[in-house]
Nanobody
Framework: QVRLLESGGGLVQAGGSLRLSCTTSERPVSRGVVGWFRQTAGKEREFAAG????????DYTDSVKGRFTISRDYAKNTVDLQMNALTPDDTGLYYC?????????????????WGQGTQVTVSS
């Protein structure tokens, strides 16, 4: 089981930026993908971005394309999510998760291990 720990959340004004970091307990060589998800009250957890650990291939949901960038640091076993041009709609609890599947899947059920989440709040 991979342990995941998120950090970097906080309160920011609309138009601002935040950088989230996910630290993993092991290099997810056998864990093909690390994803970032977000959830707001009353809504299902949704995929925001994902990265295939081995080759750095990325995927983004349409609402964050051009604003969010996911990256991995192979030496530090971290996956970061740089979030720019934030809007109140980006508010939520952000989770990182690891999947053993090599495919960049978006369904939360495809991910095996989850962090506790970090809160992002964007004020208007």
């Amino acid at each position: 089981q991979v342990r995941l720990l998120e950090s970097g959340g906080g309160l920011v004004q609309a138009g601002g930026s935040l950088r989230l970091s996910c630290t993993t307990s092991e290099r997810p060589v056998s864990r093909g993908v690390v994803g970032w998800f977000r959830q707001t009250a009353g809504k299902e957890r949704e995929f925001a971005a994902g990265i295939r650990w081995r080759d750095g291939t990325t995927d983004y949901t349409d609402s964050v394309k051009g604003r969010f960038t996911i990256s991995r640091d192979y030496a530090k076993n971290t996956v970061d999510l740089q979030m720019n041009a934030l809007t109140p709609d980006d508010t939520g609890l952000y989770y990182c998760a690891a999947s053993s599947d090599w495919r960049l899947l978006r369904a939360p059920l495809e991910y095996d291990d989850w962090g506790q989440g970090t809160q992002v709040t964007v004020s208007s």
